[in-house]
């Protein structure tokens, strides 16, 4: 892939749509989901994970119920039981989609070679994921205390992950400033961090992805290439 695109391309680029994600949580959680028939059990995903990403805003993660997501969606407690037994499951999902769309990512530029313009792909690509999933990495943000140890461990080591792939792009600039790697590649995933965490700001600025992507990309450039 080329390391400047816009959110449009992106969007052609990657398989990474609704449908698939409905279709990846199906296919990865086989041995838990109960419903067979394929058309209905993603219509079923999409309802339920909607429906927790609202109760998860309206009234908190940890207060929601299952029988408030039975209300919410439309489905018996029978039917919530044939893709999910508890609350644990769900956040862990999320935590998955989250973390696969992440680590799978940086692999789409492994031949981009000059590190700025690598740089520059991962942010879009990482910025432009982010917007899609936008309701997935903000309950991963926000709610990953709810999460069981392991999968609050997987979530951080999933962070982190990224962050040290963009510091290890960092280190190969030959005249980078002073200072750790790191360090500076933290201070660039805060950047689109804030996109996905606080929309409401850009919303109401009426910044669109490619704008704040194109924003962040030049900070980047003209503090790195500096």
């Excluded at 449009?8 to 749509?17: H, I, W």
């Excluded at 838990?32 to 309206?58: M, S």
């Excluded at 769900?90 to 696969?100: F, K």
């Excluded at 996109?195 to 704008?211: E, G, H, L, N």
Aim: some cysteine.
């Amino acid at each position: 892939m080329p390391s400047r695109f816009d959110f449009q391309q992106f969007q052609g680029m990657t398989p990474l749509d609704g449908v698939n994600i409905w279709a990846y949580l199906l296919d990865h959680n086989a041995e838990r989901i109960t419903v067979k028939r394929r058309k209905p059990a993603l219509e079923n995903l999409e309802r339920i994970f909607r429906a927790t990403f609202k109760l998860a805003n309206d009234v908190g993660f940890r207060a929601m119920n299952l029988r408030d997501l039975c209300q919410e969606t439309g489905l018996s407690m029978g039917g919530l039981y044939g893709y999910i037994s508890n609350k644990d499951q769900l956040a862990e999902m999320i935590e998955d989609v989250v973390r696969y769309a992440t680590q799978e990512m940086p692999r789409l530029f492994d031949d981009v070679t000059e590190p700025l313009d690598k740089l520059e792909a991962l942010m879009r690509a990482s910025i432009y994921v982010s917007e899609i999933l936008q309701p997935w990495f903000y309950f991963v943000f926000m709610d990953s205390r709810v999460l069981q140890t392991a999968q609050r461990t997987t979530a951080k080591e999933s962070e982190l992950h990224v962050q040290a792939l963009f510091a290890g792009v960092i280190a190969q600039l030959p005249h980078r400033p002073a200072g750790s790697p790191e360090l500076q590649a933290a201070h660039i995933m805060a950047m689109f961090q804030d996109w996905y965490v606080k929309r409401w700001k850009y919303r109401a600025a009426d910044v669109s992805p490619d704008q704040f992507a194109d924003s962040a990309v030049r900070m980047m450039r003209g503090y790195l290439a500096s």
